[in-house]
């Protein structure tokens, strides 16, 4: 099976985890295109969603999805997103989509965080996927220069602007051997509005499309 296929199934195997009646959290990226497309035959279950960008608005809007403002929402029953790695923690690295910071909000808020991906994203130690930092334009030389001094090398990604109006640094080759902390020390960088690294809240159930079929890892 190619990736795409594999990402597909993980995706449809999330419906069955999508609470009647609830407001539901959307991530972004490819996988949860295809989420979003299974999405539309249950649409009448549920309240709406929270959408995590333009590009995932976009797609929710065009099949006739309501779209909540999270201030106006009182709970979130899920959040269903990919990721770029994932180790056996099921802690991540996202940020590929440049969305990182709605991304990691709706995380926050949702009681629980569906991670939808395939098996290539699968990873011991992670940081072999680039890291993404959102940051605030004017801090972008300084944030870099604070980054080096962790490892790896940083750069700002090029042609991009955040929907929050913002830039992306990403790191390569950082061995992140402790997550928690990594988010931790580069959360508190100047200028840093979110990191990529998603530890501190992890994955609840890991939905994972392999040539062997779907595998499911639950963390609660
Ligand atoms: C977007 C993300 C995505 O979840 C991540 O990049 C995975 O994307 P895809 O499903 O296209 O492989 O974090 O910011």
Not at 115 to 134: A, H, M, R, T, Y
Request: net charge positive; charged share 20%.
């Amino acid at each position: 099976m190619n990736n795409y296929k594999l990402k597909e199934l993980a995706a449809k195997s999330a419906i069955k985890y999508v609470i009647p009646n609830s407001i539901i959290g959307i991530g972004t990226g490819t996988t949860v295109s295809f989420f979003i497309r299974f999405l539309k035959e249950i649409k009448h279950l549920i309240q709406g969603a929270v959408s995590s960008s333009l590009t995932s608005s976009k797609l929710l809007r065009k099949i006739g999805i309501k779209l909540f403002d999270l201030n106006d929402v009182s709970s979130l029953s899920i959040y269903v997103d990919g990721a770029d790695e994932i180790n056996p923690k099921m802690q991540m690295i996202k940020g590929g989509g440049n969305a990182l910071t709605k991304e990691k909000i709706i995380a926050a808020v949702a009681k629980k965080f569906i991670c939808i991906i395939d098996e290539n994203k699968q990873v011991k130690v992670l940081g072999k996927f680039p890291l993404s930092i959102e940051v605030i334009p004017m801090a972008c030389s300084y944030v870099i220069s604070e980054l080096n001094k962790l490892g790896g090398f940083s750069k700002k990604r090029k042609n991009v602007i955040t929907d929050n109006g913002n830039y992306i640094i990403e790191v390569h080759k950082l061995k992140i051997l402790n997550p928690i902390l990594m988010e931790e020390k580069i959360n508190s960088i100047a200028g840093v509005v979110t990191v990529g690294i998603f530890a501190k809240r992890p994955a609840d159930i890991v939905l994972i499309g392999s040539s062997d079929g779907l595998k499911t890892n639950i963390n609660y």
